[in-house]
């Protein structure tokens, strides 16, 4: 059986025993210490120890008065219990403490002796093995969750990239498509800008605010594929022409779908265009059916198209357009988004441009 060489500590109150079993024990090759009561064996304890060898009759601290405090220090060392009366009450008691084994006294048998110390030495061993092992595990563990943490943020941060840079395709795709028609151009960005306008003043939550930014820059993508010579048209549309105008909010919102991180603003984009009373399109969806952020669209989508300048007919000014969404209120428009809006386009106009742009750029996508 190969050597093994251990740190044992050896408590007795009989200096004797003390003596003689630390011989025993260094003539085997052991590192022995000695103490002559419990309460010491609790003071110098450390996981250095490889066995704690325990006398139970000892004044001061018994011995399972020591195994119950070493209990509690959780360093998980082997105690064999040394006694010289051992009853099946002491073995009951002592099992019930967690002790690893028992030795009688005067010790007879060396060869038993040994064979039960090296035993008690080899548990130490398992014990030690499985903390590192866990110790390991565990490092292993934080260290994959760090890279798996990082590798999630590069991800995020490539998944924004992207988004961003599909934001921004788009967006051009529907300037493009705006710049070539004098009565539209400008009409997404001064769309968007009423919308941050609105949804700051009723106080919409940041998150909120950049879905209500993306969908009032694409409300209109869906004209990409409408026949520009209906955008276009010198004079009133036919019904044929305005069906087909119509199809553009449906049409957006198809558009829209295979960006998953845009769903919030897909609906919206698709029912910018409704009612409060249901007589909108796509759908006829009434005001229970739409969020406060399709209902903030409606109102500044309206508002922009009134003030617009058109070749069949002559715009509005400010107070001349709020006046008429206050007379649509709760019909078309929403009441609340109404009274919103007609406070803060007044303070907007009265700043000017330089309040509208710091709005954007604090809501950039």
């Avoid at 190969?2 to 740190?7: E, L, Q, V």
């Avoid at 014990?127 to 798996?148: G, M, Q, S």
């Avoid at 300037?175 to 997404?188: C, I, L, P, Q, V």
Wanted: aromatic letters at 8%; a negative charge.
């Amino acid at each position: 059986m190969k050597d093994i060489h251990a740190k044992i500590l050896v408590a007795d109150d009989d200096n004797m025993v003390r003596t003689t079993v630390s011989k025993i024990l260094e003539m085997f090759g052991h590192e022995v210490q000695s103490v002559s009561d419990g309460k010491y064996v609790a003071d110098i304890i450390d996981d250095s120890y490889d066995v704690i060898l325990l006398d139970i009759n000892m004044p001061g601290m018994d011995g399972f008065e020591t195994i119950a405090a070493l209990n509690e220090l959780q360093h998980d060392i082997p105690v064999i219990f040394l006694t010289g009366a051992c009853s099946m009450d002491y073995v009951v008691k002592a099992i019930n403490l967690g002790a690893y084994d028992f030795l009688t006294k005067p010790i007879e048998d060396l060869d038993i002796f040994n064979v039960k110390i090296r035993r008690a030495i080899e548990k130490r061993m398992y014990i030690r093995r499985e903390y590192h092992y866990k110790r390991e595990l565990e490092d292993d563990i934080r260290t994959k969750a760090a890279e798996l943490e990082k590798t999630n943020k590069l991800l995020l941060t490539y998944s924004h990239s992207l988004e961003n840079a599909t934001v921004q395709l788009m967006s051009s795709l529907q300037n493009a498509m705006e710049e070539k028609d004098f009565y539209t151009a400008g009409h997404t960005m001064r769309v968007t800008e009423y919308a941050v306008l609105l949804g700051l003043a009723m106080d919409i939550p940041e998150q909120d605010m950049v879905v209500l930014r993306r969908a009032s820059q694409f409300h209109d993508i869906g004209k990409l594929v409408i026949d520009l010579s209906c955008i276009q048209k010198p004079g009133k549309l036919t019904e044929e022409e305005w069906a087909l105008i119509r199809k553009h909010p449906a049409v957006g919102a198809n558009i829209i779908k295979p960006l998953g991180f845009m769903e919030k603003e897909q609906f919206i984009i698709c029912h910018h265009h409704e009612r409060m009373d249901g007589k909108g399109y796509p759908d006829g969806l009434t005001g229970d059916n739409l969020d406060l952020l399709t209902r903030i669209l409606m109102v500044v989508d309206s508002y922009d198209a009134m003030t617009s300048k058109r070749n069949y007919r002559q715009n509005m000014n400010m107070q001349e357009a709020v006046t008429e969404l206050k007379r649509c209120s709760g019909t078309q428009f929403d009441p609340e988004c109404v009274a919103a809006f007609g406070k803060a386009i007044v303070n907007f106009t009265a700043t000017g441009d330089a309040f509208s742009q710091e709005y954007l750029d604090n809501f950039k996508a």
